[in-house]
């Protein structure tokens, strides 16, 4: 079964957007304590965050990260955060029935991404607090007057601002789960006031309202239009969030979920430029993806069965070599949207749904899914080229006919480099590619990498660490037309100078 994947320098999409590599790091089970954060682990440094998490969030190539939350956020008080650690209260978080010690808050969360080079992005909380709460938080963060609570930073011994430049304004306030729910209305009001007052101390803050908690949330749609609409003036972004697991065991749909995405996308730039279009505005507002992943939901008890303790293993879910294909394949969507993407984050990056794992005072490990983002956010640069595949498609039950292969590429002309990320989404044949690279003159192949596995439910565990890799493949290149035969789940690197 053979894939014909038109590609050519001309077609391109817009630069590549490097915070479509960003993660989400929540207070939410192990993420932050025992995750990134962990001051009696062999291996922290003197301010307890992990050195050999670290270097793997290193590895993995995070530009942007999203904190504290996440439904966390919509009962959080950032004040409980900051200051002395002996006068931080411990509180009980409603969001999942966790105990918050507080060690861990912005500043030092704050500090941290400064040491790694990531850039941080903070989100406010609108559900259980509003305007005022939000406009101190970003005086204390950002401020840099002579007044109380940029004072209030400095006593704390932060003296900088920390001019974090993207805030969410609250976190899926359409889901009736979210503390501080609201319809649409209400939500418009709140989050134009916000933005409104937000522009005021800097108009050169660029902000996210809350879109929808997925595409099949009653209100998706309805929802974009209304709360674009009110705030158009002083939003960037819309937020989209997605999480995807075989439902009633249909794994082929599932394989093929980056059809969804795909749909999400389009549906949402469409509300956007509609309501662009109703403001006789020319402004192009963007998604910010900023929840995506593989999420078995179906294994989570929910929330009332968490037991109110500190630091619960929660959502801790074990991804396979198809886990792994699907995330690629996600990466793929997002990043041939990446004229519309402003920013994007999985969820979440350590233990919590992460492609990152880590045993309290012990080991820390890749997950499968690792290696699709760690290979695609080192190897995608200069400009995202729109290919186009002319073969078979699987049929599917939730999204009709899905093309067997999904694919994009990027194209870095000054060094010559051209990457094309391919996915077989077929669980059961091999699918052959027939890249025609004919326009991109003498092209080699660099490096071919894929990864699959004969059993495609492998999974890395701490005591198999490396089950699962990207081994090295081959294709072949005559006549300007590259033949890649991919294994059934895989996802496929294949780079040519
Ligand atoms: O990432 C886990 C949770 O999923 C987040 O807290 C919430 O925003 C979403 O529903």
């Not at 749909?253 to 469409?270: G, L, N, P, T």
Request: with cysteine; charged share 25%.
């Amino acid at each position: 079964r053979t894939t014909t994947v038109h590609v050519h320098p001309a077609y391109q999409v817009g630069e590549v957007n490097r915070r479509i590599f960003g993660s989400f790091v929540e207070h939410m089970g192990r993420c932050v304590y025992t995750g990134i954060f962990e001051p009696n682990h062999p291996d922290a440094d003197s301010r307890g965050f992990r050195r050999d998490v670290a270097a793997l969030i290193k590895e993995l190539g995070i530009t942007v990260l999203r904190y504290p939350g996440g439904n966390f956020v919509s009962n959080h008080r950032w004040e409980d955060g900051v200051g002395p650690l002996e006068e931080r209260p411990r509180n009980l978080d409603f969001a999942w029935r966790s105990v918050e010690p507080n060690t861990v808050g912005a500043n030092e969360f704050l500090a941290w991404c400064r040491r790694m080079g990531i850039e941080p992005m903070l989100a406010v909380n609108l559900g259980t607090r509003g305007l005022n709460e939000a406009m101190e938080f970003l005086q204390y963060v950002n401020g840099d007057t002579d007044t109380r609570l940029p004072q209030l930073r400095r006593s704390h011994g932060w003296e900088d601002p920390w001019n974090v430049e993207t805030w969410c304004l609250g976190n899926e306030m359409d889901g009736p789960w979210q503390m501080g729910h609201k319809t649409p209305d209400e939500y418009a009001r709140t989050v134009t006031e916000v933005a409104n007052a937000f522009h005021r101390f800097d108009d050169k803050l660029s902000l996210i309202a809350c879109g929808s908690s997925s595409r099949s949330m009653p209100t998706f749609g309805r929802w974009e239009r209304v709360v674009v609409d009110a705030a158009f003036d002083n939003i960037d972004m819309v937020s989209a969030h997605a999480y995807y697991e075989p439902i009633d065991d249909d794994v082929a749909s599932f394989a093929c979920c980056a059809e969804d995405m795909e749909r999400y996308i389009r549906d949402v730039v469409a509300t956007l430029d509609h309501v662009a279009a109703m403001h006789h505005s020319d402004r192009r507002l963007k998604i910010s993806f900023d929840e995506w992943n593989v999420w078995y939901q179906s294994r989570f008890g929910g929330e009332n069965a968490i037991g109110m303790e500190h630091a619960p293993h929660l959502i801790e879910d074990t991804y396979s070599v198809l886990d792994a294909m699907v995330v690629g394949s996600l990466l793929i969507t997002l990043l041939r949207h990446t004229d519309r993407i402003g920013v994007a984050c999985q969820a979440q990056l350590v233990n919590v749904i992460a492609p990152i794992r880590t045993e309290e005072g012990g080991r820390a490990w890749r997950q499968t899914i690792f290696h699709p983002f760690a290979l695609m956010s080192r190897h995608a640069r200069g400009v995202v080229l729109d290919t186009r595949c002319e073969g078979p498609a699987i049929s599917t039950q939730r999204w009709g006919g899905a093309g067997q292969v999904w694919t994009v590429a990027t194209w870095d002309a000054e060094n010559h480099d051209l990457v094309v990320f391919l996915v077989n989404r077929d669980l059961h044949e091999r699918a052959r590619a027939r890249i025609d690279l004919r326009a991109f003159g003498d092209c080699k192949v660099v490096e071919c990498l894929a990864l699959d596995d004969e059993d495609i439910a492998a999974v890395n565990t701490a005591d198999q660490p490396n089950r699962v890799e990207p081994r090295n493949a081959t294709c072949d290149i005559t006549s300007g037309i590259l033949t890649f035969d991919a294994n059934p789940a895989s996802w496929n690197c294949l780079r040519l100078k």
